[in-house]
């Protein structure tokens, strides 16, 4: 069996990285969206992207995953905290896959000067929660009923993880 290699991601993945996280779009709540984007989301995904930190999964030539790390605020004021965006498909889940990549994002954070990471995250999606608490990420907001999907509201749990103290 080939081995997982986390690499960054290139244009050429394109297609996976959308097919990804249209699937999160469609089956449950850690994608926001109710409707698929379209493949200009890659695009999006590299222009919100901090310092080019956006990582792909691969196991032999398929993507698994993909993550990146992009600015809390495009102001110098918050220059040392970054958001993570990472989905794992679920296939591919609980093999610690999710853990080397959030080091991965992590280590490049800490390399900018990054204090803190941020992650957003729907009350509705618990597999997430968990996961970060497990990584040392503590509840810091929450703000009630702002989102819906699928005819259900839900909170969005801010988290947030010390990398290093200035």
Known sequence: M????????????????????????????????????????FDFLKGICREGIFYVIERGGKLAGFGLLRHHQRSDAFNRSSELTYFILPEHQRMGL?????????????????????????????QSLKFH?????????????????????FNVIWMQKFISRG
Do not use: W
Request: net charge positive; charged share 30%.
């Open 2 to 41: 080939q081995e997982y290699v986390i690499r960054k991601a290139m244009d050429g993945d394109r297609e996976q990285v959308v097919d990804i996280f249209n699937h999160f779009v469609q089956n449950g709540f850690a994608a926001y969206p109710e409707r698929k984007a379209d493949y200009q989301l």
């Open 98 to 126: 999710g853990t080397r990549l959030l080091k991965v994002l992590a280590a490049d954070a800490a390399g900018l000067g990054v204090e803190t990471l941020l992650a957003n995250i729907s009350s509705l999606n618990e």
């Open 133 to 153: 608490r497990k990584q040392g990420f503590k509840e810091c907001g929450r703000f009630v009923r702002v989102g819906s999907k699928f005819g259900r509201d």
